[in-house]
């Protein structure tokens, strides 16, 4: 069964640094999102994506944060300057027609 | 705006036991609506969906979910709890529409199986 991957699992960087989280859809998938959760917190929406364009995004998905889908099969998240409060989980995930939404098993983004 | 309600923050069963999670919503019509687990660590596994039809809806690992309209609930169920079935469970929903949607997510129920 097609998954969607993540890498990396796991990126520390520091605070002011720039990261780029990367994701591979499944093939056949034509809508993208970014959700991130805090440790211990619920999960949150960040962004969606369609023909190279956000078609949705949070009050959390500010200046700072950029997406693209650069060659047709990778779909990132960059974070221009991080901050100690950008440390969580960040999930990709797509969707399809079955209009299920698969999820990758995330990075965990570590600031210091 | 939609929203979704989890009441129970940690719910602690008996192997053997049955349970249900319960998940309340709020949603100007019918959303989709999902349960999905979480494992310390790991990603989010879609356990089952409602899109329409029959309110009662299966899943894997033996859960099945009910989706009461005039109580605006999906409350989860299971038969009889194995010690592997701990983790953490989310309720979602999603605007109705079409493939494209951003999904909204409870803050979780973590369960917990004693042997």
């Known amino acids: 069964e097609p998954e969607v991957t993540q890498t990396p699992s796991h990126q520390v960087t520091q605070m002011g640094q720039e990261v780029i989280l990367r994701c591979v859809p499944i093939?056949?998938?034509?809508?993208f999102y970014w959700y991130r959760q805090i440790l211990g917190q619920k999960v949150e929406f960040l962004v969606s994506?369609?023909?190279?364009?956000?078609?949705?995004k949070s009050e959390i998905f500010d200046d700072q944060f950029s997406v693209e889908r650069p060659d047709g099969s990778n779909f990132t998240l960059k974070i221009r300057s991080t901050k100690l409060e950008d440390s969580a989980m960040y999930f990709c995930?797509?969707?399809?027609?079955?209009?299920?939404?698969?999820f990758g098993p995330g990075t965990r983004l570590t600031v210091t | 705006a939609q929203s979704v309600t989890q009441p129970d923050i940690h719910i602690t069963v008996s192997e053997g036991a049955s349970l249900e999670l319960r998940c309340n919503y709020s949603?100007?019509?019918?959303?989709?609506l999902f349960w999905y687990v979480q494992s310390p660590g790991q990603g989010l596994q879609l356990l089952l969906k409602y899109f329409s039809g029959d309110t009662l809806v299966q899943g894997i690992k033996g859960f099945e979910a009910e989706f009461k309209r005039s109580q605006s609930s999906f409350n989860l169920r299971k038969p009889s709890v194995h010690w592997s079935d701990a983790a953490e469970y989310f309720c979602a929903v999603g605007a109705r529409g079409g493939s494209n949607y951003k999904l909204t997510f409870g803050k979780g129920t973590l369960l917990t199986v004693n042997p």
């Open positions: 093939s056949n998938h034509l809508y």
């Open positions: 995930a797509g969707t399809g027609d079955s209009y299920e939404q698969y």
């Open positions: 994506f369609y023909n190279n364009e956000i078609s949705e």
């Open positions: 949603y100007g019509a019918t959303p989709y």
